[in-house]
């Protein structure tokens, strides 16, 4: 097999918007390597319909800060939400000198609503493709000094006197090691594990794999969250929230609300939505007669629904995986436990979600964090001591039923005892030093989903991780 090395001061792994405002805001000065699984386009960033919440056009940030951590159930970071919310404010103007162009109305920026926001405070780009024209107007600006390579699947971190040093990996089906002073995690979340989510498929909890095998530590991986609204077929889309925010409802089959028992109603928060839509019997529509304009506000899903043959007026949607709050414990400026290794986006655990995060907030946190990441990499030389790893053996029709196994168990209700067969299922897994890429990849998917297993068996034991518990002290500085 051939192999390739690089060398580079900062490794960022992941495409997103976490990793490109990272690569943004490194000083010009260092050698960067970002690197994307697939196309960089097939980042969870570029599907984000909803937008970026932001208290710009408030007076402060008191009720978005307010607004998101009731979404959470109490159980975020205050800390960390009043730096989200506060950093926040001048996401919409920062991005602005980035070239993004925000939509706007007769009123000024047009700004919408999603579930358990108190005000309109979400910014679009054209409309539900807000992700889409974000990430390519900022890959667009990525300046001289940081080298993109797409393709590019990274199965292992390396570690010298503590530190870690590097990264192996394939680009296409070239081995590849990769000499780093300093590597950034920013490799989403974990919805491609199944099929019914609105993630890209190839977002596959990598992340949590690499953090993990090098010492860092994970927090909150049983904190899943699912989106309420995905268009029910074949193979899902989300449906944005934006929708509801905008005027559509929630309706069975007869044209009853199914959240008139909610203050908020059809805006209710998304998991209390979610779960009652799980619960109901029948099929639930979103109804958006109400709803003006809707060609040009949401031209992604007039499009889709046109394409699959389905009225826009009267849209049959289903809950999905959507996000995870958990993720690689991170502090503030996105230190793992860890040096020389960082994390941000949806692969950490910022602590900004607690249990169910307030909707439009994740493109937000990864502007703030990303920016603060950026201000904090070191940079150190290590020697690279490559220890070629193990993978399992793995056909990929075997490969094919264990990610089936996974849909089961990975649900809103999960069943401790499907969990429970998985993991003594792929605990007999037989590991071989014969590499390839496809079971590199294989290897981490199943990596990750037994990380959350054992997590979601663990939170049903009554063990779950308390966050306000936990104290700075366990983040190397
Ligand atoms: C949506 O558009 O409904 C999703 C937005 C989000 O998850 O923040």
Redesign the pocket.
């Known amino acids: 097999m051939s192999l390739q090395f690089e060398k580079v001061d900062v490794l960022i792994v992941g495409a997103g918007l976490a990793a490109v405002t990272v690569a943004l805001h490194l000083p010009h000065t260092l050698n960067v390597l970002l690197v994307s699984k697939h196309e960089v386009t097939s980042a969870n960033s570029d599907l984000?319909?909803?937008g970026i919440a932001s208290s710009y056009l408030e007076s402060s940030s008191v009720d978005h800060e307010r607004d998101t951590l009731v979404a959470s159930k109490l159980a975020a970071m205050p800390d960390r939400v009043y730096t989200l919310v506060e950093e926040g404010r001048s996401a919409i103007r920062d991005l602005e000198r980035f070239g993004v162009v925000f939509d706007r109305d007769e009123t000024g920026y047009a700004v919408g609503r999603?579930g358990a926001h108190g005000m309109n405070r979400i910014f679009h780009v054209g409309g539900?493709e807000t992700g889409r024209h974000v990430m390519a107007t900022l890959r667009r600006q990525l300046p001289d000094n940081v080298t993109v390579m797409e393709h590019v699947l990274i199965d292992s971190l390396l570690k010298s006197d503590g530190r870690v040093s590097g990264a192996t990996g394939y680009n296409g089906e070239t081995r590849l090691h990769v000499q780093a002073g300093a590597v950034v995690l920013a490799t989403g979340g974990i919805g491609g594990l199944i099929d019914w989510t609105s993630n890209c498929r190839s977002v596959t909890g990598d992340g949590l794999v690499l953090a993990h095998e090098v010492g860092a530590v994970l927090t909150n991986l049983s904190r899943i969250q699912f989106?309420p609204?995905l268009l029910a077929v074949e193979s899902p889309h989300?449906v944005?929230?934006?929708l509801r925010g905008a005027g559509a409802t929630l309706v069975d089959a007869s044209g009853r609300h199914v959240m008139a028992y909610h203050p908020l109603g059809s805006l209710a928060p998304r998991d209390e939505v979610a779960r009652t839509l799980t619960r109901h019997d029948g099929v639930v529509y979103l109804d958006t007669s109400r709803v003006e304009r809707i060609a040009e506000r949401f031209p992604k899903l007039v499009a889709t629904c046109d394409a699959h043959g389905i009225d826009v007026c009267q849209i049959p949607v289903r809950p999905g995986l959507?996000?995870h709050m958990g993720g690689v414990d991170v502090d503030a400026d996105g230190r793992t436990a860890v040096a020389g290794l960082y994390a941000v986006g949806e692969v950490a655990d910022s602590g900004v979600h607690g249990k169910n995060?307030l909707?439009?907030?994740?493109?937000l946190e990864c502007w703030v964090f990303g920016k603060r990441v950026a201000a904090t990499v070191t940079v150190e030389e290590k020697p690279l001591t490559v220890n070629e790893t193990t993978v399992y053996e793995v056909s990929l029709d075997l490969f094919s039923r264990y990610r089936q196994q996974i849909g089961e168990w990975l649900t809103i209700s999960p069943q401790i005892g499907e969990i429970a067969s998985f993991l003594e299922n792929t605990q007999q897994l037989v590991q071989t030093k014969h590499m390839s890429r496809q079971l590199s990849e294989q290897t981490l998917s199943l990596k990750a989903a037994r990380l959350l297993a054992r997590a979601m068996i663990e939170t049903e034991d009554g063990y779950e991780q308390d966050r306000f518990a936990r104290t700075a002290d366990g983040i190397s500085k």
């Not at 909707?359 to 493109?363: F, G, M, Q, T």
Request: proline share 0%; aromatic share 6%; glycine share 6%.
């Open positions: 984000a319909q909803g999603e539900d989106h609204t989300l944005t929230e934006a959507h996000f995060r909707a439009s907030n994740s493109l």
